[in-house]
T-cell receptor
Framework: GAVVSQHPSRVICKSGTSVKIECRSL??????MFWYRQFPKQSLMLMAT?????????EQGVEKDKFLINHASLTLSTLTVTSAHPEDSSFYIC????????????FGPGTRLLVL | QKEVEQDPGPLSVPEGAIVSLNCTYS??????FMWYRQYSRKGPELLMY????GNKEDGRFTAQVDKSSKYISLFIRDSQPSDSATYLC????????????????FGKGTKLSVIP
């Protein structure tokens, strides 16, 4: 299957700072990438859809000014959590859209963010 | 009624048992059906992918789709302790079915424990 990487895998930061998470598709080109967050013992919650070269589409309730998404190339999307607060602590996972009919997604290993 | 229903478990079985995991759905537009395995603190890993109704086998795993009943299953034969994880069903209508239709709709996940 296709491979997606994320960096960093884990980050601890102070409240008020910004954190950037990178998502790379290593062996395929992902015109579309997705960002999810997952709280303990819960399923994945889609935050935004990121399209290469255009603005991201955010799900209802997700603050676009707080979660900045950039998809500058076919293999890289970044999520920046600006002015992070403890309630932003979560597991962030990205995925790349793939398949002949763009019908499936391959996920990265996730980034665990802890805001103190 | 939620779009995708999945029993969260937990499900505990002895090593070597046959495991049956199921999801039901309500949206008849779904055509692509996936099963992901997620280990604790990791991103989901694509296990099985099927298109439309029928069976698909890959090693110890068999995926079944019954579109007439809107019911999908994943069977694990000769279960191993390493199969202990959360299993997520996911489905989509595919990229060419309309705006946003390539997004995945997930079940809540079933937590499986295989006891040695």
């Amino acid at each position: 299957g296709a491979v997606v990487s994320q960096h960093p895998s884990r980050v601890i930061c102070k409240s008020g700072t910004s954190v950037k998470i990178e998502c790379r598709s290593l062996d395929f080109q992902a015109t579309t990438m997705f960002w999810y967050r997952q709280f303990p013992k819960q399923s994945l919650m889609l935050m935004a859809t990121s399209n290469e070269g255009s603005k991201a589409t955010y799900e209802q309730g997700v603050e676009k000014d707080k979660f900045l998404i950039n998809h500058a190339s076919l293999t890289l999307s970044t999520l920046t959590v600006t002015s992070a607060h403890p309630e932003d602590s979560s597991f962030y996972i990205c995925s790349g859209l793939a398949g002949v009919r763009e019908e499936t997604q391959y996920f990265g290993p996730g980034t665990r963010l802890l805001v103190l | 009624q939620k779009e995708v229903e999945q029993d969260p478990g937990p499900l505990s079985v002895p090593e070597g048992a046959i495991v049956s995991l199921n999801c039901t759905y309500s949206n008849s537009a779904f055509q692509y059906f996936m099963w992901y395995r997620q280990y604790s603190r990791k991103g989901p890993e694509l296990l099985m992918y099927t298109y439309s109704s029928g069976n698909k086998e890959d090693g110890r795993f068999t995926a079944q789709v019954d579109k007439s009943s809107k019911y999908i299953s994943l069977f694990i034969r000769d279960s191993q302790p390493s199969d202990s994880a959360t299993y997520l069903c996911a489905m989509s209508a595919g990229a060419y079915s309309g705006a946003g239709s390539y997004q995945l709709t997930f079940g809540k996940g079933t937590k499986l424990s295989v006891i040695p």
